[in-house]
């Protein structure tokens, strides 16, 4: 079987992750896998597999998951510590007919109680430190049954005790039924549960595919993205597919990662947005471990011009790019654009692309009030395609209240140049009066400060635009340099400095701009 085959498939017929391994082993049984860790579930197999060994060791956890008694349509939580065995276990779970649903690592424990009760009696497929988390969590009412990946604890199954169970023949689950169940960032409260099915993960690799064939050569992909993120499947599939060797990485650390891709030299990078600022550093490594990459990319969350310049200008390799796609859990890829090494540093970080041709999303602009969207008077962004995900589970209306047919509105605000690229000012709840764009402020200012790693721009307890920063290594900011960089900016406070650590964050690093606002109110509440 042909990559392309596989591919034509699975826009057929749907992307079911459990058999995936099994079509990336028919398409090249040889391809590597390599891991910057070893895997929880199945310690013995080492950091370094092959696409065929993949595929049988997912063969033999969904045996192991029919032993502890998994059946089809039961949902299976996966709830562990960061490992690529997750997505392992992801693939077993849907290969014997369960629905997948994936929780972050970084929920806490009254969260996961929360979702859980939303879910319906699910097994909790977890591990001792995550139960160790959940001491105080009720699982024996709000769950079928705990199976473990590797230590046994009491009440609980082991998969380790299950090695060798007899294999089951694959069970595949209709193709709009669903598939995984993935978990909004949580930014504003609670996070939802997003329903994939089989058809929408599929339509979602339709631009991708494009992408990686900017690659003429069977070079490495590094991944650096959440295990549970409904990226982590398109990333997984597109390049298991496409026959790429895969660097699958756990640690985000730069000198971790420098090492890596000095080892691997990495010809194509997946990673998140404020992964990529932290790595900015490695730009002036005399290791070059940048050099070979000819494609950055990222999803996620719009990434600073000033960062895609210095990574693009620390590659060796002519014609490099950085592929930045705006979209989000509920709607997949929804447009994208390219920068280039010598003019990433004037781009407009706002501009976040146009819609991709053939068969994509399609993009519109609704207005707020009446008027035409525009520069100074943004609308609602709204994205339309097969894509979209099927429901928020155990919150319909929730869902509905989002979709008008087939257009979906994004909570962000923005507008369409007469050339049709798409800017992005501004999440709605995250709107400032007076304020054009935190965002575009954050891009600016970024640029001209080097010594600043973030800078969040939220509601003072005002409702002014009050500026939080941090800086390298948490040194003091000097104000004069600071005020020269805001001067085009007279809506900003004071800015108020806190170390990096203290900055919420969801579990694809984005900053919980409302959880920091409540910082800075509550602190203004507080007695003298």
Not at 133 to 147: F, M
Not at 153 to 178: F, Q
Not at 281 to 300: I, N, Q, W, Y
Not at 368 to 375: K, N
Request: with cysteine; hydrophobic share 40%; charged share 25%.
């Amino acid at each position: 079987m042909k990559g392309s085959v596989a591919y034509r498939s699975i826009q057929k017929r749907g992307l079911h992750i459990g058999l995936l391994p099994e079509m990336a082993a028919a398409v090249n049984p040889s391809t590597p896998i390599t891991l910057d860790h070893d895997l929880d579930v199945l310690p013995e197999a080492g950091r370094h597999l092959t696409v065929a060994q993949y595929a049988e060791y997912v063969d033999d956890l969904a045996a192991r998951l029919w032993a502890a008694g998994v059946r089809p349509d039961e949902r299976v939580v996966l709830f562990k510590t960061a490992n690529a065995d997750h997505w392992m276990l992801a693939a077993a779970v849907s290969r014997i007919g369960g629905v997948v649903v994936n929780l972050s690592p970084a929920l806490d424990a009254e969260t996961v109680a929360v979702l859980l009760e939303r879910l319906d009696q699910p097994t909790l497929l977890t591990d001792g430190t995550k139960l160790d988390l959940l001491a105080d969590v009720p699982l024996a009412g709000l769950t079928r049954r705990v199976i473990t990946s590797a230590d046994h604890r009491p009440g609980s199954v082991s998969l380790t005790e299950l090695a060798g169970s007899p294999r089951v023949k694959p069970v595949v689950r209709p193709i709009d039924e669903a598939a995984v169940i993935t978990h909004t960032s949580g930014t504003t409260g609670i996070p939802k549960l997003v329903v994939h099915t089989a058809r929408t993960q599929g339509i979602r690799l339709l631009p991708q595919w494009r992408l990686l064939s900017l690659m003429r050569k069977k070079e490495t992909v590094a991944i650096n993205v959440p295990f549970v993120h409904s990226r982590m499947v398109a990333a997984m599939s597109l390049a298991l597919l496409k026959e790429y060797p895969v660097l699958l990485m756990r640690e985000t650390g730069p000198a971790e990662v420098a090492e890596q891709f000095i080892k691997h030299r990495p010809a194509f990078i997946e990673a998140l947005p404020n992964s990529f600022m932290e790595w900015e550093e490695l730009a002036d490594d005399p290791r070059s471990p940048f050099g070979s990459v000819k494609v950055f990319s990222s999803t996620f969350d719009a990434i600073h011009p000033g960062t895609m310049s210095r990574l693009l200008k620390a590659s060796d390799r002519r014609g490099a790019l950085f592929f930045q796609i705006y979209g989000q859990s509920e709607v997949g890829p929804a447009v994208g654009r390219a920068y280039f090494r010598n003019s990433a540093h004037k781009a407009n970080g706002r501009c976040v692309g146009w819609a991709m041709p053939n068969g994509a999303a399609r993009i519109r602009v609704v207005s707020r009030d009446g008027h035409t969207p525009s520069e100074t008077n943004p609308g609602y962004i709204e994205v339309a395609w097969d894509g979209i995900a099927k429901t928020y589970l155990g919150e319909q209306d929730r869902y509905d209240t989002n979709r008008s047919g087939e257009w979906w509105r994004t909570g962000d605000v923005g507008y369409r140049t007469r050339f049709g690229c798409l800017h992005m000012l501004d999440r709605e709840v995250d709107m400032i009066p007076g304020v054009r764009s935190s965002l575009e402020i954050e891009d600016v200012v970024l640029s001209k400060l080097s010594e600043l790693t973030e800078l969040v721009v939220v509601p003072g307890p005002n409702s002014e635009a009050l500026p939080v920063i941090c800086t390298v290594d948490d040194k003091p900011l000097d104000r004069n340099r600071w005020r020269a960089a805001v001067v085009e900016f007279p809506q900003l406070t004071e800015p108020v400095q806190i170390p990096q650590a203290e900055l919420p964050r969801t579990a694809t690093l984005k900053v919980q701009r409302l959880a920091l606002a409540r910082r800075f109110e509550e602190q203004l509440r507080e007695p003298v």
